[in-house]
């Protein structure tokens, strides 16, 4: 197989038709890989994926073509998809107020030009969720930049645009409904979507895992306060507390908090799924 791209947390093989792509340990904030792994944290994020694939197979199509069909080495980590021509453009959906969100909001009054009402407050479900597209940046080649929904249009065109719009937010929607089931509120999430051969859109990369969504424990949660996160957040706020300028190289991960994250991400699959991990 021919090594395509290796990125922040998976490494892309060609393998005749189809593609392999395997997830690592590998662990990134602020667009920078630290330099110790997460143990299990590939298997997880691959096995979350899949769940989630299923579950919302009747919403968009996935990338899906064999979880099995892969080197041995790589089992459990690994899955074979289908080619993509993957569309430039970051689709978000947001339901409540955090992050970057929150601070555009209190700068700005909206989101990509989407406004909102006056007076929301940090973690603040939003009346309804909302579509929050970004640049997608190459590796290297600075951070993504927030899009209006103007500027998705102008960039794939009017057709696409409205799809881009509604499969993430369905896939939002229904993802949400599922893990409140497991005491779990999903903040935002991000989804990767491309055009298959025949031109059908189709979900690849993760699906609503802990890398690419941002999770609350719903018991904790309370508009105002930063409720207990079940996601890479927990490591954010640890490197906050740190001199680490979040710049490359970023800096070694204690063995407590290397434990502390592996047991966020193992929380987060037990919940949603009902399975034990192994």
Known sequence: MELLHSGKVREVYADKDDIVLVASDRISIYDVILPTPIPDKGKILTQLSLWWFEQLADVVPNHIISATDVPEEWAGRAVRVERLEMVMVECIARGY?????????????????????????????????????????????GHDENMTYAEVEAKVGADLAGELKRITL?????????????????????????????????????????DSSRFWAADEWKPGTAPRYLDKQFLRNWSANSDWDRTHPGPEIPEDVVDATRNVYIEVYERLTGDKWR
């Open 97 to 141: 107020l955090a992050g970057s969100g929150l601070k555009t909001y209190e700068r700005d009054g909206a989101i990509c030009g989407v406004e909102l009402p006056a007076g929301l407050i940090e973690s603040s479900k939003l009346p309804e969720p909302i579509f929050t597209p970004t640049t997608k940046q190459p590796p290297g080649q």
């Open 170 to 210: 369905e896939v939002y929607r229904r993802g949400s409904e599922v893990a409140e089931r497991s005491g779990i509120i999903i903040a935002d999430t991000k989804i990767e979507v491309g055009l298959s051969k025949g031109g059908r859109l189709t979900l690849g990369d993760e699906l609503l895992t802990p």
